[in-house]
Structure formats: structure tokens, C-alpha cells
T-cell receptor
């Protein structure tokens, strides 16, 4: 089967760095994506990793290790507006744009 | 502005009733998707369409139906066969149907049972 695991909750303070981990088990792996969702809102795309290594986009970075079936999202210089749920999602090859989502990590940023 | 529009924002269904959720995009995207999100959970794929006049079942298609007669539109019907329809429904689109393409989401429809 296919499954993803990520922590359900993470708490950090403003200005800090936080890492949200994601481990996955899937056949036909075709990349790891990250999405952000503020309470009750539309998810928004953050990043995509197809190859091993670190991708940096401003304050957010994403890492993938295909051999370990593991990735993480790194958020730096945390701001209050970063409080949201973060979902990792694996792409499945040969099935169009199908994504399998994790259950999400709720990040709370405290002053 | 380009984007995805879902309507209505809130919808109530009576027992035994079919309801249809609207999803329209003006991004000129080929691929469209329907997800269901339950409280505190991730998104589960109901149906997806790689191109107009074509669609495939996702992981939880039972009790749902879709059509893709126009590139811009991908309506979802929640039938009376779906016994637990209360959820947040999200529509998304991507330029093409590939996992490396970002999916753009609408603001969702909340469906409840009366």
C-alpha cells in the first residue's frame, strides 16, 4: 500500500527554525511535494523535490532522500503568519497527476 | 485574475438527495481534481481528469460522480449512495496531469447533512 507519516503537531516561537518531517511508503514514487493550508482555506503549493537534496525558496526549504524514503520541510525565521497545517504529498507515476497526501502537521507559532 | 472558483461555499443535503458541487477554472489547465478533507485529516482523491472528456476514479470514488465536458469545468455530484458525505470538498487544477506540476486549489465547499 501507500502511506505517509508526519507529526500531527509542532510548536515553535517567532524567529525560530522548525523542521517538519515526512516519511513515505509507496510504489511508483514520483516526487515529494509540500502544501500549506491555513485554517479552513485553500491549500497552496510550497515546493517539489524529485531528486535527492535541498531545494530553497526564500524562508522555506525542502529536502528529499529517496534512499531513506524521507523528506522534510524547513521553515526559517518563523512568523506568526506561518501558523498553518503543512501537508507532504507523494506523486504516483503513471497515474496522471495523482498525489497521495499525508495527514498534515499543524504548526503553531508563538510570540 | 486567473484561478479556481468553487460554489457554493456551504451546501446542505437532505437524506436521499443528490447534490452537485461546481468547480470552474480559467487557468487553461488540462488536469482537474476533486479531493475530500475530513476534520484533522489530509486530502483524499475522489476523481481526477487529465483532459477534457476523460476522468478516472481516485481512492474514494464510491458514491460520487463527475463529468468533464468542458476544459474549464469539472462538477462533482455527491449521490445518495454516499452515506457519509459531510466533509470539506476541494477542487484543484494543474497545467498538465503530472505529479511534478503544482496543483492550484479553490476555496472549497463545505457539505453538511440536514
Amino acid at each position: 500500500g501507500q502511506s505517509l507519516e508526519q507529526p500531527s503537531e509542532v510548536t515553535a516561537v517567532e524567529g525560530a527554525i522548525v523542521q517538519i518531517n515526512c516519511t513515505y511508503q509507496t510504489s511508483g514514487f514520483y516526487g515529494l511535494s509540500w502544501y500549506q493550508q491555513h485554517d479552513g482555506g485553500a491549500p497552496t503549493f510550497l515546493s517539489y523535490n524529485a531528486l535527492d537534496g535541498l531545494e530553497e525558496t526564500g524562508r522555506f526549504s525542502s529536502f528529499l532522500s529517496r534512499s531513506d524514503s524521507y523528506g522534510y520541510l524547513l521553515l526559517q525565521e518563523l512568523q506568526m503568519k506561518d501558523s498553518a497545517s503543512y501537508f507532504c504529498a507523494v506523486g504516483v507515476g503513471n497515474q496522471g497527476g495523482k498525489l497521495i497526501f499525508g495527514q498534515g502537521t499543524e504548526l503553531s507559532v508563538k510570540p | 485574475d486567473g484561478g479556481i472558483t468553487q460554489s457554493p461555499k456551504y451546501l446542505f443535503r437532505k437524506e436521499g438527495q443528490n447534490v452537485t458541487l461546481s468547480c470552474e477554472q480559467n487557468l487553461n489547465h488540462d488536469a482537474m481534481y476533486w479531493y475530500r478533507q475530513d476534520p484533522g485529516q489530509g486530502l483524499r482523491l475522489i476523481y481526477y481528469s487529465q483532459i477534457v472528456n476523460d476522468f478516472q476514479k481516485g481512492d474514494i470514488a464510491e458514491g460520487y460522480s463527475v463529468s468533464r465536458e468542458k476544459k474549464e469545468s469539472f462538477p462533482l455530484t455527491v449521490t445518495s449512495a454516499q452515506k457519509n458525505p459531510t466533509a470539506f470538498y476541494l477542487c484543484a487544477s494543474s497545467m498538465v496531469a503530472s505529479p511534478n506540476q503544482p496543483q492550484h486549489f479553490g476555496d472549497g465547499t463545505r457539505l453538511s447533512i440536514l
